[in-house]
Every structure is written in structure tokens, then in C-alpha cells.
């Protein structure tokens, strides 16, 4: 008996000798997009008493100094499992086709775990759970959506995080958490619409709401826990094109009156009585002031004027520029994100009123401190969004404007009015608010415009006439029309021709005198 015990024992230890000289005895490896979970393709080896009866194949997926195994419904001898390995290393084709279907059912477990860490929500009982199609009770259109706000939290979006999240707490306060993924329908979603228009958002707060909820349920196909097509639910709800807004701008005499009036840093009625209180009057004006920055400043938008420093550029061109790059795109394409703009003496009023003292490096505004986290930024850029708003409408009033602008017209007035100047080059407009360049590699090897270029065009921001806006006279035709006058015409044609035409007659008679002596 002892001898046969013995003999046993030999015979495993030689075996797992043979298996382990292979390597760690798996077929293949792969790591999750966390960098701490990982598996590999190997037999399930914890209940063999006997190396040489068949052994399952399993998925052994390791987290958090925990095991699991996922069977993929075949078994191997361990002497088979380890010639199937060798053959894997030595690339040969022998039995390529089931190395190949057992890798695929690896690569459905990789995609799983990729999934469940994406939603925040990774554990290995959810991955076991998933893999064999069981009902997930937890996962929910909402479990979704905060794993979603929690991936751009992590990415350093912020803004995207916040933005999602308001949606999220809206469409929770109209519809419910407690939806099913089968409730998911069109039939919901025109629901939502009508409830939001109720409430009267404005149609873009809708138009955002709705492609912020079809990420979220485009989220859940990919994942496999909901069918149907977004392009049939968000059907006919009027909000899947983006809203046009063309006439969110206000016109070069209206920004000059505008200007004019910040410049004057005055608010009186007919009687020269203050309209505001002092520190009401300065946060008016300072407002203002931010408005027509961010308009002569290229049309940028709040958040990029809010993190303007005072770079290198600046010092090189001797203040006469500045630079950023558009925090909105810049993760898509850094290079086309880049925007240099001039310092007009416009510009450089506004920066002597309300700016910093300029230091490398130093934020241009001294609103928004480097010191604050992504989300306090946001909080900020919020908060003065809402006060340029409210303070814009507050001097709309007093200069009789129909129009009451928020801070993304500056943007829009920008391109809107150097486009009606028709000189500014649309290429200049379209590079000056940060545009990606389509993949053109050329644009890549273009430096910026010239100062002068700039300021050339950057004038009609101001100003509907040109600079040099008094008419070239061609001295040859107009003496060549004069010479075709009668006399009674020229003399009644300007009174000014009198005296000239007095002038003329005089020199031409002292000349005709000389000539005859």
C-alpha cells in the first residue's frame, strides 16, 4: 500500500515537473484596463487527484489576492494541455482553430472585466455573474450613468462631469430611478421632452439633456444589458440636429456702443444721478469688461479667459500677444486647439482696469486662484457665467438692447461680424477660434499671422469701416472730367470752385504774361 501511495506521488510530481518546465501552463494572458486584474487561459487544477484524467479549461482571473475560475465547457489531460501550449509557442498549426476558439471566449471575459471597471462597479462575483449571463439586479440605467461621471471625474473633465451630472439629477427628478432597462424607450423619452418643455427649458437645456441621456443608453447596448437603436428612440423628438444660432450675436455698432460705454465707466440718468451703487457698478463693469475681452479676444469662451496666463509668448512679443490653448478641444487635437491672439489697445484697457500685474505664468484675471481643484474651477466659471449674464441684461436695459446676450455671443459675434466685414479671410476667422484644421498636415508647418495681420483684421471688431476707409482719388480722371465742364457748371458744381477756379484763372493769366515777354 505505502508503495503504491509512493508511486502516486512520483508520478504527479514528474507531471507537474513536465507542466511547470512549460511555463506557468496557459495558453494566454491578458491584463484589464485597471493594470490589477489579470487572467490567463489554463486547466483548473484545485479538485485533480490524477494529472492524467481530462481537467477543465478554465479562465483564472486574479484581483485583490483573490481567485476565480470561469469553465469554458472543455478538458484536457495535462499532458494535452501542455502539447497544446507548445504548439501555441511554436506557432504551428496543429489544432489552431480550437486555441483560437478558447482565446475568443478569453478575450468575452477581458471585455467583461474592461466593462465593469469602466462602470466602477468590478468585483469578481459581477465578472462570474456577467460571463454567464445571469441578471444583474444592481445595474441600472443609473448605476450606469454615475459610473460614467465618475469615468470623466477621473479623466480631469470636470465640466463633462458636472454637465452629466445635472442631467442625470434632472432626468431622476422627472422620471424616476427606478426604471427597468426594458422601459427604455421611444414612448420615454417624448415623455421627457414634454415634461421638460413644461418646465420651459430652453431648447438648447433639452437638446443638451437628451444627448447627455442617449451617451448614457448607447453605454448600456455596448455592455449588452438593454437592446434597441438610439437612432429610432430619439426619433421625431426635434432635438437631434444642433440648434441653430445664427442670431446670437450682436452687430459691430452695438459692441462699439457697448465698449464705449465700459470705457466712460459711467451710469447717470438725464439728471447725472448714479444708476447703481458702487460696488453694484463695479461688478457691472467688470463683467462688461469680460464680455468685450473675451469678444476682441479671438471670441473665446468663459472658462479659457478665466485660465489666461501670461506666458512666454507675451514676454517674446513684448505684450503684443497672448496665447491659450481651448480647454474645450484641447484633448482632441492640441495643435489646431491653439489660439494666438493680438493685444489691441482695447484690450490692453480692459487689462489695466481689471488685470493682474503681469508675471510668468500668472493668470491674466485675478478671479479664478491656481490653486483650486477641476470641480472648484467649474463651480467658479459657473458663477461668473451667471453674473456676466445677469449684469449683460442690466445694461441692455439701460442701453435700450433688444437683445439680451450671455457670454457664449461674444463668441459668436466675433466670427459673425468679422465674416460680414468682407475682408477678413474666413481661413483667419476659423483659425483664430481654435477650428481643428481637418487634418490638414500644411497647417501644421504655418506659423501664426503676423501682429500686423492681425490687428488689420481684428479692427473691424470695432469698427465697420476701414482704417483707410477715405476714397484714392484718381487725379488724372477727375482733371480730364473737369476739362469737359462749362464754366457755369463748375461754378455752380461746388461753392469751393469759386475760389479755386478764381485761383486758376489767376496763375494761368500771370503764366500766359511771362510766356508773351
Not at 314 to 324: D, M, S
Not at 396 to 415: D, I, N, V
Not at 433 to 461: F, R
Request: some cysteine; charged content about 30%.
Amino acid at each position: 500500500m505505502e508503495n503504491k501511495i509512493k508511486h502516486k506521488v512520483t508520478s504527479t510530481t514528474l507531471v507537474e515537473k513536465k507542466s511547470s518546465s512549460r511555463g506557468e501552463k496557459c495558453l494566454a494572458k491578458f491584463i484589464a484596463s485597471n493594470g490589477i486584474v489579470h487572467g490567463s487561459l489554463t486547466l483548473d487544477i484545485r479538485k485533480a487527484g490524477d494529472y492524467s484524467q481530462p481537467l477543465p479549461v478554465s479562465v483564472r482571473v486574479c484581483y485583490a489576492g483573490q481567485k476565480a475560475f470561469l469553465r469554458l465547457g472543455k478538458s484536457y489531460t495535462m499532458d494535452e494541455w501542455v502539447t497544446l501550449c507548445d504548439y501555441e509557442k511554436s506557432g504551428r498549426r496543429i489544432q489552431l482553430a480550437e486555441r483560437n476558439d478558447m482565446k475568443s471566449l478569453m478575450d468575452r471575459v477581458e471585455l467583461i472585466a474592461n466593462q465593469l471597471i469602466l462602470e466602477n462597479n468590478f468585483s469578481l462575483r459581477k465578472l462570474q455573474d456577467r460571463f454567464q449571463g445571469k441578471k444583474e439586479d444592481d445595474s441600472t440605467l443609473i448605476t450606469i450613468w454615475d459610473a460614467y461621471i465618475q469615468s470623466k471625474n477621473d479623466e480631469g473633465k470636470a465640466g463633462s462631469a458636472r454637465c452629466s451630472r445635472d442631467v442625470r439629477n434632472r432626468f431622476v427628478k422627472d422620471m424616476g430611478s427606478d426604471l427597468s432597462f426594458s422601459d427604455i424607450n421611444r414612448e420615454l423619452i417624448l415623455k421627457w421632452v414634454k415634461i421638460m418643455k413644461k418646465n420651459e427649458l430652453s431648447t438648447t437645456t433639452i437638446a443638451i439633456a437628451l444627448r447627455s441621456l442617449r451617451t448614457i443608453i448607447n453605454r448600456c447596448i455596448t455592455q449588452g444589458l438593454m437592446k434597441g437603436d438610439t437612432k429610432e428612440m430619439f426619433k421625431d423628438t426635434g432635438y437631434n440636429k444642433a440648434q441653430s444660432r445664427k442670431h446670437e450675436f450682436l452687430d459691430v455698432s452695438t459692441m462699439r456702443r457697448l465698449y464705449d460705454f465700459w470705457k466712460a465707466d459711467e451710469a447717470v440718468d438725464s439728471e447725472g444721478k448714479e444708476l447703481f451703487l458702487k460696488r453694484e457698478k463695479h461688478a457691472i463693469f467688470r463683467d462688461l469688461g469680460l464680455f468685450l475681452f473675451m469678444y476682441l479676444g479671438d471670441g473665446q469662451n468663459l472658462a479659457d479667459t478665466l485660465r489666461l496666463t501670461y506666458d512666454e509668448l507675451y514676454y517674446a512679443t513684448h505684450g503684443k500677444q497672448l496665447r491659450f490653448l481651448r480647454h474645450k478641444t484641447r484633448d482632441r487635437n492640441e495643435s489646431a486647439s491653439e489660439v494666438i491672439f493680438p493685444v489691441t489697445s482695447e484690450i490692453q484697457e480692459i487689462l489695466n482696469r481689471y488685470g493682474n500685474t503681469p508675471k510668468l505664468g500668472r493668470r491674466v484675471f485675478p478671479i479664478m486662484s491656481d490653486l483650486l481643484s477641476p470641480e472648484q474651477e467649474i463651480w467658479v466659471i459657473q458663477r461668473y457665467n451667471r453674473y456676466i449674464r445677469e449684469h449683460m441684461a442690466k445694461v441692455a436695459k439701460l442701453l435700450g438692447l433688444e437683445q439680451m446676450p450671455s457670454p457664449t455671443w461674444a463668441r459668436h459675434s466675433f466670427a459673425t461680424n468679422l465674416n460680414n466685414s468682407g475682408v477678413v479671410p474666413y481661413k483667419y476667422i476659423s483659425d483664430s477660434m481654435g477650428h481643428s484644421s481637418n487634418g490638414d498636415i500644411t497647417s501644421n508647418y504655418i506659423g501664426a499671422y503676423p501682429l500686423e495681420k492681425m490687428l488689420e483684421y481684428n479692427h473691424y471688431l470695432l469698427n465697420e469701416k476701414s482704417k483707410e476707409s477715405t476714397p484714392v482719388v484718381d487725379k488724372k480722371a477727375l482733371l480730364e472730367m473737369l476739362k469737359g465742364l462749362s464754366e457755369e457748371e463748375g461754378w455752380s458744381l461746388y461753392p469751393s470752385y469759386r475760389k479755386n477756379n478764381l485761383l486758376i484763372t489767376v496763375k494761368y493769366q500771370v503764366k500766359c504774361h511771362k510766356n508773351k515777354e
